[in-house]
């Protein structure tokens, strides 16, 4: 790729002079600015973005930090940001922490190095006071995704809301023994957990941690068949859910007759398996746009200004599973 530098011995002009042309700065000569950008042209200059950057520009670069990019739900909010994005004349550059919390406070690090306009993050865990605080140090304005940040602009779907809807569906759909499969600190199994008291089951509910494949085949293999009364599976995420159903059918308890299960995502592979995964669904495009509108306002309006919270609704997506 050709440099200022290699463009001014081309044209026989100064590099400062190469540079006031292809920044658009028209105090030059006619022909040495057209002589310039002919050269440009035929040799596919472009211009260097971080360079830019370290000079205070604006990079029209977002830095967008996901927790699993192998989870279908995250690839499709990556896609929906970009989307978005281009829409308003910037880029984004991908970061996957993995739900490695030392990883995601070095790719924060990262971003600060690509000197990128402002950050669209999932953090791992929202309530961490270290990364409320990291983020805060950025020298640029910073979006939560997904999830409610304490201290940040947020576009989210409300967990605890979600955990509540789950909770009444299962009841009405004739179960009376509940299982959450994820963390105990996830609002979703708080809203889940609060709404079967509420209902009357709160010696009913029962929270498992995730565990590898081996160990969760143990634990439902020692549960279940001692239950008389129907099971249902609230799963952290799609993933969870699935394999959940994988784990069901070796065991071969029936689906939904014995044990319903439901997701939370609605993430496409889970609408084509036999049985078809029940979840609940999220406003991905919509949390996009508005994540990525509150950004640019921030980046296009520096300063102070109240936090902006938006919670979205989510809805169900019954299907055989349950």
């Known amino acids: 790729m050709i440099t200022m530098t290699e463009i001014a011995k081309l044209t026989k002009v100064s590099q400062p002079t190469v540079s006031r042309v292809l920044n658009g700065n028209m105090n030059v000569a006619p022909e040495i600015r057209e002589r310039v950008l002919a050269c440009a042209k035929e040799y596919d200059y472009q211009p260097n973005v971080l360079a830019k950057g370290l000079q205070g520009s604006k990079t029209n670069l977002l830095g967008v930090l996901l927790t699993d990019i192998s989870n279908g739900f995250f690839a499709d909010v990556a896609k929906a940001i ?6 308003h004349g910037y880029s984004i550059i991908l ?10 406070l070095e790719y924060l690090d990262v971003v600060r190095r690509y000197r990128v306009d402002g950050v669209l993050a999932v953090p791992i865990r929202e309530t961490s006071q270290v990364w409320q605080g990291y983020a805060k140090k950025l020298d640029v304005p910073v979006v939560a995704v997904t999830r409610q940040t304490k201290g940040l602009d947020s576009v989210y779907v409300d967990h605890k809301e979600a955990g509540e809807l789950v909770a009444r569906y299962l009841v009405k759909q004739g179960y009376e023994q509940f299982l959450f499969i994820g963390k105990e600190y996830d609002l979703k199994y708080v809203g889940f957990r609060q709404a079967l008291s509420d209902m009357g089951w709160a010696k009913a509910v029962t929270n498992v941690v995730y565990l590898d494949d081996v160990q969760m085949k143990e634990a439902l293999g020692s549960y279940l068949p001692f239950q008389k009364r129907r099971l249902g599976v609230f799963a952290g995420n799609d993933i969870y859910a699935l394999r959940i159903l994988r784990l069901l059918q070796e ?3 029936a689906v939904p007759a014995k044990v319903g299960v439901i997701g939370f995502d609605d993430t496409m592979m889970g609408r084509y ?5 029940s979840s609940v669904s999220q406003p991905i495009d919509l949390m996009a746009q508005e994540a ?3 950004l640019l306002y921030r980046i296009e309006h520096p300063g102070e ?7 979205l609704c989510a809805c169900l997506a019954p299907r055989q599973s349950t």
Do not use: G
Request: aromatic fraction near 8%.
């Open 82 to 87: 970009e989307t978005k994005a281009r829409k």
């Open 95 to 104: 970061f996957n922490s993995n739900y490695n919390t030392d990883s995601e």
């Open 251 to 253: 065991l071969q308890l």
């Open 273 to 277: 398996l036999n049985p078809s995964l």
């Open 292 to 294: 990525v509108l509150r």
């Open 305 to 311: 200004h109240p936090l902006w919270n938006l919670p």
